[in-house]
């Protein structure tokens, strides 16, 4: 069964700090890996977006990492800001149209001062 | 946000009653869709379209009848619908319909069956 699980659920840092979060999937066969951000009571932004020969892409303080051969992604906050409050969607592709795409649940992040 | 539009932003409906959600895109894209969104569940794929064209097949109950009038374009009529059905509604859309096309999301409609 085609799966993403994202952990942790929910994750409270300070500002000014860095976090990891977390993708393991189990899609197949993989296209791509794609992570997005979704600000309360906005729809998700696109982060990333990673193909299989690609095992890291940056977007500003925003580093993704791939590991297609343990099939886990992972996002990497770097000095957070009060702006990063959101929720974190990893979403895998495994080709064709949109219903070839698996979406986690989420990882709902707050950043507090 | 000018790019993906969508109204009302908030619906409040009893289970007899009709509504329609609307969507517009300002991008020029030929794909549009319209998602669920649970709290804690994934997003779910409702319908795709295409050029004006449905092109996935999902099993979405029959209360939910989508309508695409033109490229920029998409609705979502709601009738006799369910407690269960109140979510986040999110339309989106991509230059075409591919695996590496992005998704521009709108902000949603926010539904509350009663």
């Known amino acids: 069964k085609n799966q993403v699980e994202q952990s942790p659920q929910s994750l409270i840092i300070l500002e000014g700090k860095n976090c990891t979060l977390q993708?393991?999937?189990?899609?197949?066969?993989?296209?791509?890996l794609r992570w997005y951000k979704q600000d309360t009571g906005r729809g998700p932004v696109s982060l990333t977006i990673?193909?299989?020969?690609?095992n890291t892409k940056s977007n500003g303080r925003y580093t993704a990492t791939l590991d297609a051969d343990t099939k886990q992604s992972s996002l990497h906050i770097t000095a957070s800001q009060l702006s990063d409050s959101a929720s974190y969607i990893c979403v895998v592709s495994r080709g064709g149209g949109a219903d070839g795409l698996t979406f986690g649940k989420g990882t709902h992040l707050i950043i507090q001062p | 946000e000018t790019g993906v539009t969508q109204t009302p932003r908030h619906l409040v409906m009893g289970m007899t009653n009709k509504k329609s959600l609307k969507c517009e895109q300002h991008l020029g894209h030929n794909a549009m869709y319209w998602y669920k969104q649970s709290a804690k569940k994934p997003l779910e794929l409702m319908f795709v379209y295409s050029l004006e064209e449905r092109v996935e097949n999902n099993s979405v109950p029959s209360r939910f009848s989508p309508e695409c009038p033109n490229s920029s374009h998409l609705f979502l009529h709601l009738h006799t619908l369910q407690p269960e059905d109140s979510a986040l509604y999110l339309c989106?859309?991509?230059?075409?319909?591919?695996?590496?096309?992005?998704?521009?999301f709108g902000p949603g409609t926010r539904l509350l069956v009663l």
């Open positions: 990673m193909t299989f020969s690609e």
């Open positions: 989106a859309s991509s230059q075409d319909h591919g695996q590496q096309e992005t998704q521009y």
């Open positions: 993708c393991n999937y189990t899609v197949s066969p993989f296209s791509n």
